[in-house]
């Protein structure tokens, strides 16, 4: 049995650490800062575009030039934007059960792998995932199908299952033909209704039991 998990909105709220990396960058080009609820809006799709959509918010548009010195010093920040994250709460009992339940866990993430690692070492989670893709492992990223599908494929054969919490993972377990669990307190844009899923969960309690009725 094989599980992976998103990681931002997901398994921890990353959000206000984003955002000070965010006001770094937008500082260092005199820009106007931006709100955590604007900096929530442009998560979901890697680092690249979360610049982009900082610039375009700040600055009314996206000029290459700036776009890349924006991109400089935003992975900078990013790289060390972990100390105001925090784990949601319920997430490290749910993997314990999931882990004695029988299932493997991955972690299939858009975020670039150096901040993924250096969070994970925050946490002390270095060893907790048997296989780990982030935005930059392969040459596509989420919602392409293709990080989801190489993370289950390390975890070996069997039922599957991903669990996410935006648009971009609704659409990429869709993409893969893999049954979806939502978790509904992320950082999703649209209702719960609108995101293909199997399963929605708010409290993280709830989760093994929903990957027991898909592993029947």
């Known amino acids: 049995m094989r599980i992976v998990f998103d990681l931002d909105g997901t398994l921890i709220d990353s959000a206000a650490d984003i955002h000070h990396a965010a006001s770094a960058t937008v ?4 820009l106007p800062e931006v709100t955590l609820e604007q900096t929530r809006s442009f998560v979901g799709n890697g680092a690249r575009v979360f610049v982009e959509r900082l610039e375009r918010a700040t600055a009314g548009s996206n000029i290459p030039e700036r776009t890349e010195r924006m991109r400089a010093v935003f992975a900078e920040e990013y790289r060390k934007a972990h100390d105001l994250t925090q784990i949601y709460p319920g997430v490290a009992e749910a993997l314990d059960a999931l882990k004695a339940q029988g299932w493997r866990i991955g972690l299939c993430t858009n975020k670039p792998m150096v901040p993924t690692r250096a969070v994970l070492k925050h946490f002390g ?6 296989t780990v893709f982030a935005g930059d492992s392969l040459t596509r990223m989420k919602p392409d199908p293709e990080p ?9 054969e ?3 299952l991903f669990v996410g919490d935006s648009e971009v993972d609704a659409a990429t377990a869709k993409a893969a033909g893999v049954p979806f669990a ?4 992320g950082y999703r844009k649209n209702p719960i209704e609108a995101l293909p899923h199997s399963e929605a969960f708010s409290d993280w309690a709830e989760l093994p039991a929903i990957a027991a009725r898909i592993a029947r």
Do not use: P
């Open 148 to 156: 989801l599908e190489a993370a289950l494929e390390e975890l070996g």
């Open 125 to 130: 989670w270095n060893d907790l995932f048997e």
């Open 27 to 30: 500082r260092a080009e005199g």
């Open 182 to 185: 939502l978790y509904t307190e």
């Open 158 to 160: 069997g039922i599957c």
